[in-house]
């Protein structure tokens, strides 16, 4: 899929910030996580491989690439339309990425976990794990621009 107007290169600083949030959001919150999981640490060790990871980073990257394509085409839109003159900002980025957040992201998981039967503290926990991941790539994205 080709979007016009993409930073590739902040894109890949994007994908690179997010996933290093990720890593010190989900060592900040581990003991939570894991009792909200319902598993031990021995559990998580054993069970993991670095193929997590790697997938876990490759996403990292598609969503700052989409994201970037969702602000390129609302800006794009906007040139014509009722929002004339917007451009890929700071402030744009930030409001795009809570957007999507609010209404993709958490919107799943309040189905994914409650059908799931999930505890509360999960959602909340990876919920906010994304909503900082989006929030990262939109402001990243916002400053390099197109």
């Given at each position: 899929?080709?979007?016009?107007?993409?930073?590739?290169?902040?894109?890949?600083?994007?994908?690179?910030?997010?996933?290093?949030?990720?890593?010190?959001?989900?060592?900040?919150?581990?003991?939570?996580?894991?009792?909200?999981?319902?598993?031990?640490?021995?559990?998580?060790?054993?069970?993991?491989?670095?193929?997590?990871?790697?997938?876990?980073?490759?996403?990292?990257?598609?969503?700052?690439?989409?994201?970037?394509?969702?602000?390129?085409?609302?800006?794009?839109?906007?040139?014509?339309?009722?929002?004339?003159?917007?451009?890929?900002?700071?402030?744009?980025?930030?409001?795009?990425?809570?957007?999507?957040w609010f209404g993709?992201?958490?919107?799943?998981?309040?189905?994914?976990?409650?059908?799931?039967?999930?505890?509360?503290?999960?959602?909340?926990?990876?919920?906010?794990?994304?909503?900082?991941?989006?929030?990262?790539?939109?402001?990243?994205?916002?400053?390099?621009?197109?």
């Amino acid at each position: 899929m080709l979007f016009t107007g993409i930073n590739y290169i902040a894109v890949l600083v994007a994908g690179v910030a997010s996933y290093a949030f990720g890593s010190v959001y989900y060592m900040s919150l581990a003991k939570p996580w894991m009792a909200a999981v319902g598993k031990t640490e021995e559990e998580f060790k054993s069970g993991s491989s670095p193929r997590v990871f790697i997938v876990a980073f490759a996403a990292q990257l598609v969503m700052a690439f989409m994201l970037a394509g969702v602000l390129g085409h609302l800006v794009l839109a906007g040139e014509g339309g009722a929002v004339a003159g917007s451009s890929v900002s700071l402030v744009n980025g930030l409001i795009t990425a809570l957007c999507v957040w609010f209404g993709f992201i958490l919107m799943a998981m309040l189905v994914n976990h409650g059908f799931q039967g999930a505890k509360r503290s999960l959602t909340v926990i990876d919920s906010g794990h994304w909503l900082g991941v989006l929030l990262i790539q939109g402001a990243v994205i916002g400053l390099f621009g197109v």
